[in-house]
């Protein structure tokens, strides 16, 4: 894919300006010292996306899982804004707002969330999805829980990719045992936050679901996905998922040599047929 810079870069909060490392088309965030929208225009858009991109909420793989997920995104018209999002347990910035804590505190990532909500919620009206990779989709799926009035009146739906949904929180890890994830904020937001689970009802997405898995995943195991499937459909909800023998972790729109090669194909139509209804 060709790089292409974004139309505009949003500031949501206090702070120096986030600055990328690496080269393209593998550049990260390691340090985000304020909330940005990175915005990506489609032209005459059918409806808009919040993109989170993924990184272990360490850093943000943002040109693999932000920037190109946007412009794919633009293809099937829809303008992108890519959250570039503050870090649990990250050391804070010269400048930040907030308490006097060394660290940015472990709801951070959702703050920043609400922060674009209530953003986007300042613009024309357009059908809304949430669209997230690996830890951002863990991300995309607690936005879509929120009782927030865009998800309200424009939210259609919440695509999900290769995301630690639920098997992270300390009461259901998968495999047993797994050590918590440093830093401590890091794992009390997932411990907060178990996407999927009708044990903790606060965490059941409030619209559709997209899910696109790999079964042999060895950083995200399948168990996140099944835990997910099994909470919507105890609670009637509305699910298309799919699970890819041999895709491996952080496929995205790249490594697609095997059957998940048909997942672009798939969520497409399924972003198609979700922009055509009404909430």
Request: charged content about 20%; glycine content about 10%; hydrophobic content about 40%.
């Amino acid at each position: 894919m060709t790089p292409r810079p974004p139309d505009a870069v949003v500031p949501l909060s206090n702070g120096a300006a986030n600055v990328l490392a690496g080269d393209w088309p593998d550049r990260v965030f390691r340090r985000v010292t304020r909330a940005e929208l990175h915005r990506w225009h489609s032209g005459a858009a059918r409806g808009r996306a919040l993109v989170y991109a993924g990184g272990g909420y360490l850093q943000l793989v943002h040109d693999k899982e932000g920037a190109e997920v946007a412009q794919w995104l633009n293809s099937l018209g829809l303008d992108a804004d890519v959250l570039v999002h503050r870090l649990p347990g990250q050391p804070r910035g010269q400048g930040s707002e907030g308490d006097q804590a060394d660290v940015w505190p472990s709801d951070i990532a959702l703050r920043d969330g609400l922060a674009a909500l209530d953003h986007l919620a300042r613009e024309p009206a357009l059908p809304l999805l949430h669209v997230g990779l690996s830890s951002g989709g863990h991300l995309a799926g607690v936005m879509a829980c929120q009782p927030h009035p865009l998800n309200h009146r424009h939210g259609r739906g919440v695509l999900m990719a290769y995301a630690p949904a639920n098997a992270n929180h300390r009461d259901h890890k998968a495999p047993p045992g797994k050590p918590d994830y440093p830093p401590p904020e890091k794992q009390a937001f997932y411990d907060a936050w178990p996407i999927g689970l009708a044990a903790h009802p606060h965490g059941l997405p409030r619209m559709p679901v997209f899910l696109a898995y790999a079964l042999h995943d060895p950083i995200v195991p399948v168990a996140h996905a099944l835990n997910l499937i099994q909470g919507v459909q105890q609670t009637g909800g509305d699910m298309e998922a799919h699970i890819f023998a041999q895709a491996e972790h952080g496929f995205a729109l790249r490594t697609l040599n095997g059957t998940h090669d048909q997942w672009p194909a798939l969520a497409a139509r399924w972003i198609h047929t979700r922009l055509d209804r009404t909430p």
